[in-house]
């Protein structure tokens, strides 16, 4: 008889572990809360080690026939000096891609393994006859709640974020500009838009409805390029506003045949710009540990040993530079330890 997995969450971390473990044999099925597939999302970077995940599931061509590279990248100042240059893949370089484009790609794929269920959401996970069950509904995961209490709920970073894309202004570059306190931030996206975003320390729920443009031209007035063009095309409508949350370390990304992955276990600020590439790293991980095998707790022991300490350590990581960038005073000592840290080049 077939295993069975019970996913719970139709994102990426979801779907993409649907289509590892269906490619496995596995009978599986995902229950996802909303209704669709978002319409809407700014670009995701698919860093290497995420595209070669995608090439485990057989999608990795996909992403990289819809996707923009990103063949360079810098760290400029408000004036438009540059700070540093990063280091990007020439072999293989970053696919910037935007989150429905993605999950499209996924969803086409997961549909020939898997039995998709929108509208369908799961309110106790004891309610579920499955042999595994994977835990990927988000940062604000309910389930993770469920399994180790009400002390692991996500948690406001301190940080806020604007984004949106603008039409005609492609680029092939990656440029983020450092400020007192506050970044922008502009990538590639498919079909020649240029993707944006801008991030900043503030309270939480400090929202401007109606006047987030007008906010932002007040707090950028001045930048240079490519920070003002941006600005310039921007309007109301084009712009999502959103806190960052993140999920407390967790002491075990297991409880019992349950296993956390992507964003319920390990939702980071999106500083590295690698939450989505942790997620797909966590899918083909994780079918790889469940094959190799004999039992389904071996594998997922296998799984939390090796998923738990890199992903903890890229949040950590995260948090750091998401620090630095909200610096408001010694910015040329700030400056010095960027270019530091861009010395050992990217995280693996």
Not at 54 to 82: F, Y
Not at 264 to 271: F, V
Request: net charge positive; charged share 20%.
């Amino acid at each position: 008889m077939r295993r069975h997995a019970a996913i719970i969450g139709g994102g990426i971390g979801g779907l993409a572990t649907a289509i590892a473990l269906g490619n496995d044999g596995w009978r599986v099925t995902v229950h996802e809360r909303d209704a669709a597939l978002p319409a809407t999302g700014t670009a995701l970077g698919m860093w290497p080690a995420a595209l070669r995940a995608l090439d485990e599931i057989k999608t990795g061509h996909l992403v990289r026939e819809t996707g923009a590279p990103q063949q360079s990248g810098e760290v400029r100042r408000p004036d438009g000096s540059r700070i540093v240059t990063i280091r990007t893949p020439t072999a293989d370089p970053i696919h910037l891609i935007s989150r429905p484009a993605l999950l499209r790609i996924l969803h086409r794929t997961a549909t020939a393994t898997a039995d998709l269920r929108f509208s369908d959401p799961v309110d106790r996970i004891d309610g579920l006859d499955a042999d595994l069950v994977v835990v990927a509904d988000g940062v604000f995961s309910r389930t993770r709640e469920q399994l180790f209490g009400s002390g692991y709920q996500a948690r406001y970073s301190g940080g806020t974020a604007w984004r949106g894309t603008i039409d005609g202004m492609a680029t092939s570059t990656f440029v983020e500009v450092w400020g007192r306190g506050v970044k922008f931030g502009v990538t590639p996206q498919e079909g020649g838009r240029t993707n944006w975003f801008a991030a900043a320390g503030a309270p939480e729920g400090d929202f401007h409805p109606g006047a987030e443009a007008a906010t932002l031209r007040r707090m950028f007035d001045g930048w240079a390029a490519p920070v003002s063009q941006v600005l310039d095309a921007v309007t109301e409508g084009g712009i999502l506003r959103h806190d960052v949350y993140v999920a407390p370390a967790l002491p075990t990304h297991v409880s019992g045949n349950a296993v956390l992955i992507g964003d319920a276990a390990h939702a980071m600020t999106p500083d590295l710009g690698r939450g989505a590439c942790e997620a797909l790293i966590d899918a083909v991980t994780l079918a790889e540990c469940l094959r190799a095998a004999s039992t389904v707790a071996g594998g997922l022991a296998a799984y939390d040993s090796r998923r738990r300490p890199a992903t903890r350590r890229l949040s950590r990581m995260a948090a750091a530079a998401g620090r630095l960038t909200r610096v408001r005073h010694a910015l040329p000592i700030r400056d010095g330890l960027l270019r530091a840290s861009m010395l050992a080049g990217p995280p693996a």
